[in-house]
Nanobody, 122 residues
Framework: QLQLVESGGGLAQPGGSLSLSCAASGFSFSSYAIGWFRQAPGKEREAVLC????????HYADSVKGRFTIGRDNAKNTAYLHMYRLRSEDTAVYYC???????????????WGQGTQVTVSS
């Protein structure tokens, strides 16, 4: 079956760091661009970062520029989101998604994970 599973969420302090993983199965991972999204309480889902099939990153959310990075390891069928200098406003459910196109997009994704909670608080 086609599946994306996020892991690594939890509680972090302001200014701290946290890394998320997105494990894929059931499809040709290397052919897909991978996006990370987040949804804070009471807000719309927001595109954060995307990585193309050629490993080129794209930043969608200005608030995370210089603080978040994205990566992928096709041999492990896994994508990553590394978060640094976390702020309370980064608190959200984070989702990974896959789209079978070489470039990045903020819509039209084929597969979605279940999400993982990230809470930034003292």
């Amino acid at each position: 079956q086609l599946q994306l599973v996020e892991s690594g969420g939890g509680l972090a302090q302001p200014g701290g760091s946290l890394s998320l993983s997105c494990a894929a199965s059931g499809f040709s991972f290397s052919s897909y661009a991978i996006g990370w999204f987040r949804q804070a309480p009471g807000k719309e889902r927001e595109a954060v970062l995307c990585i193309s099939s050629s490993d080129s990153p794209f930043h969608y959310a200005d608030s995370v520029k210089g603080r978040f990075t994205i990566g992928r390891d096709n041999a492990k069928n896994t994508a990553y989101l590394h978060m640094y200098r976390l702020r309370s406003e980064d608190t959200a459910v984070y989702y990974c998604a896959a789209v079978r196109r070489p470039g990045c997009h903020n819509s039209g994704y084929d597969f979605w994970g279940q999400g993982t909670q990230v809470t930034v608080s003292s």
